[in-house]
């Protein structure tokens, strides 16, 4: 149960930060802090598949999008970003799911490859979605690419932060007996 509530927790808290904070420069990159959170989205939602299972995955994933479209408009976020991020979350979680079902492989492997795809899968549909010039026009077209870079280069390394742990974390923390 603790794996089901850090997950959804982390969505609603990387909400509140993305809504209070100025994003992060990078260089050229523009990564929102509630970034660093939405790459541990994706291992913690590993963890309540290996606990749980696949069935009880998308439970939590149907909770989360709830949990993180109400956080969204009480934050006062736009229907189009609200609804941007639903789409992706809702797209990059049932692939992160599935790929992670169907990948046969060490842990660490199969939390590296479906959180990698997902990230990307995520930071593409809810910049082009929630705030290209497509929808509210906050960054314009020639930014759009540097903040699908920047968020997917951020989201990938909490991957494999999560993933190199995952090597050293006991499975039974993680595996029903």
Partial sequence: ???LIAYV???????VVTAATVPLMLGPFIVPWGTFLIGCTLVLRDA?????GRPASYAAIAVALLASAISSHLLGDTLAITGASAVAFAFSESAETEIFSRF???????????????????SLLFI??????LTTGILPWPL???A??????VKTAMVSLGSAASLRV???LLVPA
Avoid: H
């Fill in 144 to 146: 759009v690419p540097l």
């Fill in 128 to 133: 082009v979605l929630g705030l290209s010039p």
């Fill in 48 to 52: 309540v598949q290996l606990r749980f």
């Fill in 104 to 122: 046969k492989a060490l842990l660490a492997a199969r939390i590296m490859w479906s959180g990698t795809l997902s990230s990307l899968v995520d």
């Fill in 1 to 3: 149960m603790l794996w």
């Fill in 9 to 15: 927790a982390s969505i609603v808290v990387a909400n």
């Fill in 148 to 153: 699908i870079l920047g968020q997917y280069i």
């Fill in 170 to 172: 006991n499975q039974r």
